[in-house]
């Protein structure tokens, strides 16, 4: 979990102070995450970036973290961050052909044999 927990920082780091404080709002908003819980203010409200990503890891778990974290950045339109980290997650699907991840893709989730029939 370290190294995602990793990739997700420095995917923060990629924001503007504007940009987290927006991110932030919407992982406090369980509705508009379509079927994940939003995270309590009380435990955002002083998070930092390490801290949020940390949030995100426990609340959410592997997959779900990267879930939850894709749609925030494309509601606060980083789609550069959200084309990136989509790449990053690609290319750990095809080096552990093995593990049946779930990647997000447009609000939905696409398995590792989905993505490869494509």
Known sequence: MAKLSE???N??????EDEFKKFKWFLKQGDILEGFPGIPVARLEKADMLDTVDLMVQKY??????????MVLEKISRNDL???LRKTQIGKLTKRRD???NLYNNYGL?????FHKS
């Open 11 to 16: 995917t923060l780091m990629g924001l503007t």
């Open 61 to 70: 778990q592997g997959p779900g973290a990267v879930t939850v974290f894709l």
């Open 82 to 84: 959200v084309d990136s």
């Open 110 to 114: 696409i398995t590792f044999k989905q």
């Open 99 to 101: 593990m049946h991840l």
């Open 7 to 9: 990739e997700l920082w």
